[in-house]
């Protein structure tokens, strides 16, 4: 019986690594027992749907694994490390695969939980609190800045720097943002309260009248004693001053608003962390 129909490789990985089997050896694709992996420990996904595991075991039956597995090796002898393809490798459980193709990559633990990270990100795996603890660990485990963090999974850093700030809502937010029953538009909003249980009490009132995001800032401002910004008039936008944001907003990374007056005017820049502050000051500064 030949390598492709023993392992239950389709002509997808053909495609994708064409050649024969010594062909495939040459290239780094290698077959390995589906029990000699374990997975990535530093894997930001903690959860997988059973459901699309299923299907996914299904197609891999039929099919096979269109993508060899990235692993990296263990301390044990002939054992590896997933570095990316988890959900590939539950399902080749689940579909009974005794090996799977992968490829062997030297990498540190940093590298790891990037790969994964930015793999995960690619296919919109990750639930936004997934995210953003990806991006603590990275932050505080590996020391890398916000900016940093940006660069190495294709994000904006204010994007990130978002992302982070979800993981000080309270724990009731965090819980209604991973079921869906919230956005993080709501989450973000709610953050605006300054404990915990303000936070809870705001999120119920959210929940029960349906609120939007919109509605829920509206909300917040008012718990928080501040009065909704007064609508501009229409037909006075200054395009002069929205393009000065935009260009101000792409050089320094940040939220920027202009306000013109009738003599001068005021530009507001906005951060959301003591470590923006510093890279702000530290662009201005170079500027």
Same mark, same amino acid.
């Given at each position: 019986?030949?390598?492709?129909?023993?392992?239950?490789?389709?002509?997808?990985?053909? %495609? !994708?690594?064409?050649?024969?089997?010594?062909?495939?050896?040459?290239?780094?694709?290698?077959?390995?027992?589906?029990?000699?992996?374990?997975?990535?420990?530093?894997?930001?996904?903690?959860?997988?749907?059973?459901?699309?595991?299923?299907? +996914?075991?299904?197609?891999?039956?039929?099919?096979?694994?269109?993508?060899? /597995?990235?692993?990296?090796?263990? @301390?044990? $002898?002939?054992?590896?490390? /997933?570095?990316?393809?988890?959900?590939?490798?539950?399902?080749?459980?689940?579909?009974? !695969?005794?090996?799977?193709?992968? +490829?062997?990559?030297?990498?540190?633990?940093?590298?790891? !939980?990037?790969? $994964?990270?930015?793999?995960?990100?690619?296919?919109?795996?990750?639930?936004?609190?997934?995210?953003?603890?990806?991006?603590?660990?990275?932050?505080?485990?590996?020391?890398?800045?916000?900016?940093?963090?940006?660069?190495?999974?294709?994000?904006?850093?204010?994007?990130?720097?978002?992302?982070?700030?979800?993981?000080? %809502? %309270?724990?009731?937010?965090?819980?209604?943002?991973?079921?869906?029953?919230?956005?993080?538009?709501?989450?973000?909003?709610?953050?605006?309260?300054?404990?915990?249980? $303000?936070?809870?009490?705001?999120?119920?009132?959210?929940?029960?009248?349906?609120?939007?995001?919109?509605?829920?800032? $509206?909300?917040?401002?008012?718990?928080?004693?501040?009065?909704?910004?007064?609508?501009? @008039?229409?037909?006075?936008?200054?395009?002069?001053?929205?393009? /000065?944001?935009?260009?101000?907003? %792409?050089?320094?990374?940040?939220?920027?608003?202009?306000?013109?007056?009738?003599?001068?005017?005021?530009?507001? /820049?906005?951060?959301?962390?003591?470590?923006?502050?510093?890279?702000?000051?530290?662009?201005?500064?170079?500027?």
């Amino acid at each position: 019986m030949s390598r492709k129909k023993r392992y239950g490789l389709g002509r997808g990985l053909d %495609a !994708l690594i064409p050649g024969s089997s010594a062909d495939d050896e040459a290239r780094g694709v290698r077959y390995v027992p589906v029990a000699a992996i374990r997975p990535n420990p530093h894997q930001p996904r903690s959860r997988m749907d059973p459901e699309e595991l299923e299907a +996914l075991a299904a197609s891999i039956r039929e099919h096979g694994i269109l993508q060899p /597995l990235i692993v990296t090796r263990a @301390p044990e $002898a002939d054992q590896f490390v /997933l570095i990316a393809g988890e959900r590939r490798w539950r399902a080749a459980q689940r579909a009974g !695969l005794a090996r799977v193709p992968v +490829l062997v990559r030297e990498v540190s633990a940093q590298e790891q !939980l990037e790969l $994964a990270l930015i793999e995960n990100i690619q296919r919109a795996d990750l639930n936004p609190l997934e995210e953003a603890e990806a991006y603590r660990h990275l932050h505080e485990t590996f020391g890398l800045t916000h900016e940093e963090i940006a660069r190495r999974v294709g994000k904006s850093r204010v994007a990130v720097t978002n992302a982070l700030r979800l993981l000080r %809502a %309270a724990p009731a937010v965090q819980q209604a943002l991973l079921e869906g029953r919230i956005r993080e538009g709501h989450a973000r909003a709610l953050l605006g309260l300054p404990s915990p249980a $303000a936070q809870e009490a705001a999120l119920h009132t959210v929940l029960a009248q349906g609120l939007s995001v919109r509605q829920t800032e $509206a909300l917040v401002r008012k718990l928080q004693g501040r009065k909704a910004p007064s609508p501009k @008039p229409r037909g006075q936008t200054d395009p002069a001053a929205r393009r /000065l944001e935009e260009r101000l907003q %792409a050089h320094l990374g940040t939220r920027v608003k202009v306000h013109a007056g009738p003599q001068g005017g005021r530009i507001t /820049l906005y951060y959301y962390s003591d470590e923006e502050l510093e890279a702000l000051l530290q662009r201005l500064l170079r500027a």
